[in-house]
């Protein structure tokens, strides 16, 4: 393993140990690509095939001659629990054969007095509305603290492009609000939601939860499957139903299909507007959230499920007909808080 600030070589497609760079000035003493991009993927370590996708895209969009930068930094002032902190696993030696593996060039694992040489920092990010909303209501501070570490690293590594995850969407609309505001000169790239066969999205703090746990917290991938489904057939019906009827009465159209019950469904959501398809959407992931919460052992505790605009975090309105969304959910299973979303697309019911 590499431990030193020695130049390491661009283009790691052979699956060679990254460089492991501990010091800024090891960072900075990295040799740019020449002639190519430098792309970085900000981590808490504990890796996963989550990160490894994040990996593995940067290393495709920066190509063999670019060079991928992998930082892993367990940042005190984003966790509001001191236990979550403390109990956040910290596993560098696997980290780094992943990132290997994955395509990382280097690994930047600062200790904390690297990035806070000088303690707390007083002049901090702000992360301003969106970030109380959601995840920054449930945690406060929590953004504050992100945008402030994730403004650090992109100043440490100063890469062309960042990659982050859209399980954490919240937190990707604020860094691209951040690098639009404060004009930080990278390119900002989400990358989607991986996760087990299961259907849980994969997350470090997964490795908490009990087997029975993790039955119960199957229940929020679950909610949100059922809520794109249901969004999906009520669109697949109003377009059979346009089909049927041609400019006309869809319910009608529907009822000339015999399909009833599907016509009630359709003129519920397409003609009375106060049941539009957010609110459906929103009664279905609940239904199965709150079946969950039900349970008599290892219960779900639901923190939020909101269904908001991507631009800014907040709700949307029971008429909304076009558009997109983020319908994202919150909840506690035992001591673990898991997070998880899905986008959807509001659009065939015009
Ligand atoms: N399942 C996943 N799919 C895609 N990206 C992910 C996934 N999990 C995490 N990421 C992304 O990896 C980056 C680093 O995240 P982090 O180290 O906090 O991992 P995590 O698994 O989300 O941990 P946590 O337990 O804190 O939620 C973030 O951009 C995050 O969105
Ligand atoms: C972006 C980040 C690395 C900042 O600490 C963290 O919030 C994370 O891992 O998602
Ligand atoms: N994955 C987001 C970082 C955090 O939970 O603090």
């Known amino acids: 393993m590499t431990t030193t600030g020695h130049p390491a070589p661009t283009g790691n497609t052979a699956a060679t140990t990254p460089a492991l760079l501990r010091t800024a000035a090891e960072l900075d003493a990295l040799p740019r690509p020449a002639g190519a991009e430098r792309a970085v993927v900000m981590t808490m ?9 994040l990996i593995r895209t940067a290393r495709e969009a920066a190509g063999p001659d670019g060079q991928v930068v992998v930082t892993v930094f367990v940042n005190p002032l984003q966790f509001g629990e001191a236990a979550d902190l403390d109990r956040y696993p ?6 780094l054969e992943t990132a290997a593996a994955a395509g990382a060039d280097a690994v930047f694992a600062p200790g904390l007095d690297e990035v806070y040489p000088g303690g707390e920092p007083q002049v901090r990010i702000t992360a301003g509305p969106m970030g109380e909303r959601l995840e920054g209501a449930s945690r406060p501070g929590h953004f504050d603290g992100m945008l402030t570490v994730v403004a650090k690293l992109l100043h440490l590594t100063r890469p062309d492009e960042a990659f982050y995850g859209q399980k954490d969407a919240q937190q990707l609309a604020l860094i691209r609000r951040m690098v639009r505001d404060l004009n ?3 390119r900002i790239t989400g990358v989607p939601t991986v996760r087990d066969p299961d259907g849980l999205a994969l997350s470090s703090r997964n490795r908490f939860l009990s087997p029975q746990e993790r ?9 949100l499957f059922a809520a794109q489904d249901r969004l999906a057939a009520q669109q697949a019906l109003h377009e059979r139903a346009m089909a049927t009827a041609p400019g006309g009465d869809r319910a009608a159209g529907l009822n000339k299909l015999g399909e ?3 016509a009630a469904d359709a003129q519920a959501v397409a003609l009375a507007r106060p049941n539009g398809a957010p609110a459906a959407v929103r009664a279905t992931a609940r239904a199965i959230l709150e079946e969950a919460a039900a349970r008599d052992r290892h219960p779900l505790v639901l923190d939020y499920l909101a269904l908001v605009d991507p631009a800014d975090f907040t709700e949307i309105p029971d008429d909304r007909e076009s558009g997109d969304a983020i319908l994202a959910v919150a909840a506690r299973v035992g001591e673990t808080r898991l997070i998880d979303n899905i986008p959807l697309t509001f659009g065939a019911l015009t």
Request: hydrophobic share 45%; net charge neutral.
């Open 90 to 95: 910290r596993t560098l030696d696997a980290d």
């Open 215 to 223: 039955h119960t917290a199957l229940a929020l991938p679950r909610a």
């Open 45 to 53: 370590g504990a890796l996963h095939d989550g990160h490894a996708t």
């Open 260 to 262: 009833a019950r599907a």
């Open 184 to 186: 930080f000169g990278v």
